[in-house]
T-cell receptor, first 114, second 116 residues
Framework: AQSVAQPEDQVNVAEGNPLTVKCTYS??????LFWYVQYPNRGLQFLLK??????LVKGSYGFEAEFNKSQTSFHLKKPSALVSDSALYFC????????????FGTGTRLQVTL | ETGVTQTPRHLVMGMTNKKSLKCEQH?????MYWYKQSAKKPLELMFV???????ENNSVPSRFSPECPNSSHLFLHLHTLQPEDSALYLC???????????????FGEGSRLTVL
């Protein structure tokens, strides 16, 4: 069975500093990996995905994520955080070859302060 | 706006009530999903529909009953719920269940359910 771990419940960053939100996964075979963001009182919004190819993928709002197969990680990054980036971030994984088993992590709350 | 609309946004019901959650997507997608979001827990996939046919039912109690009359609409009928069913219920859609696209979900804003 696949699983996703987001080891930090909360990440605090000052505006303008780089941010990293960590994600590790466990899956049989090759993974499809995703990041979603949830702003207060809203549904989840798709940020980016890794399917194949370049290990560094770029997404919405200046976010990027790096796929590391040997460490089974897919950390979310942004070079310069904004206060408006404060939200709940979810990592998700899907093994190739299955129709619908997208598994989410528990989420990491990102708090960006001035 | 994500193109997925959920109503009502908030619902309070007693354990003996019957109510329904509604989801409508305006994206022309073929797959629709119900997820349950509880604090400090991963999102729980409840049901998946593809072209109005249920393709997944993740051991959800029978007090939750989904209905998909067409590819644009999805309902979750609720009856004799328990207080632990209180949560945010999220509807989502995807273009189809193709391997990559099924992970790119478009979510509604959710229906916050409180069971007294």
């Amino acid at each position: 069975a696949q699983s996703v771990a987001q080891p930090e419940d909360q990440v605090n960053v000052a505006e303008g500093n780089p941010l990293t939100v960590k994600c590790t996964y466990s899956v049989s075979g090759n993974p499809y990996l995703f990041w979603y963001v949830q702003y207060p009182n809203r549904g989840l919004q798709f940020l980016l995905k890794y399917i194949t190819g370049d290990n560094l993928v770029k997404g919405s709002y200046g976010f990027e994520a790096e796929f590391n197969k040997s460490q089974t990680s897919f950390h979310l990054k942004k070079p310069s955080a904004l206060v408006s980036d404060s939200a709940l971030y979810f990592c998700a994984v899907r093994p190739t070859g299955t129709a619908s088993k997208l598994t989410f992590g528990t989420g990491t709350r990102l708090q960006v302060t001035l | 706006e994500t193109g997925v609309t959920q109503t009502p946004r908030h619902l309070v019901m007693g354990m003996t009530n019957k109510k329904s959650l509604k989801c409508e997507q305006h994206l022309g997608h073929n797959a629709m999903y119900w997820y349950k979001q509880s604090a400090k827990k991963p999102l729980e996939l409840m049901f998946v529909y593809s072209l109005e046919e249920r393709v997944e039912n993740n051991s959800v109690p029978s007090r939750f009953s989904p209905e998909c009359p067409n590819s644009s609409h999805l309902f979750l009928h609720l009856h004799t719920l328990q207080p632990e069913d209180s949560a945010l219920y999220l509807c989502a859609s995807s273009q189809d269940l193709g391997l990559a696209r099924a992970g790119e979900l478009f979510f509604g804003e959710g229906s916050r359910l409180t069971v007294l």
